[in-house]
């Protein structure tokens, strides 16, 4: 029989750039790292999100290395987002990152399996793999804009179709690098 597990998820992503302050973090008056205090407290599952082009160095491969390495040494569950776009992920902007905006179609499906491929396979080397991937982040417009942009002038068959296309390049990835990797859309749902 099957079970089912509630998940009590916190996303993290911030966290290593707060840590860059002198910050205490306490739980009953005791100085524990923040993971084991969210751990203490009911949480079970952690989100971070990646980029290529972090501002500040923040959200990169080296830095979602050694959160990954502690959200597993915790045996918690870990969900990692891929940003392709150069400004905070919103449903009304998904413009393309600054060395990704001359690259066309089928480039730009190339750059999304090749970067979500070898972040994973990194990961995986460490003992790091999440359980979970989303591809882009609030993704109800498309990503990746203009070429899967998917709304208003940019409705077409051939937008939805590279938008498909480029999400699909990602979930190919992640799946060739361990077939359980539950994959999260966007809007909600999972492909298992």
Known sequence: MMTKTLIEDKDISF?????TLEVTNEDDGQTLDA?????????????LRIRNEPAGGFRKLERTLQMAKQIKALHMHFLLDFHFNHKWAYPEDH?????????GREALNDQVFNYTYYVLSVLKEQGALPDMVQISSEITHGHLWN?????GDFGSNDHWDHYMTSVISGVVAAKSIDSAINIRLGDGGELQ
């Open 147 to 151: 070429e899967s942009k998917v709304d």
């Open 35 to 47: 993971l084991e205090i969210m751990k203490n407290n009911g949480v079970n599952a952690i989100r």
């Open 15 to 19: 966290l290593d750039e707060i840590g």
């Open 95 to 103: 413009s393309k990152s600054k060395n990704r905006v001359h690259l």
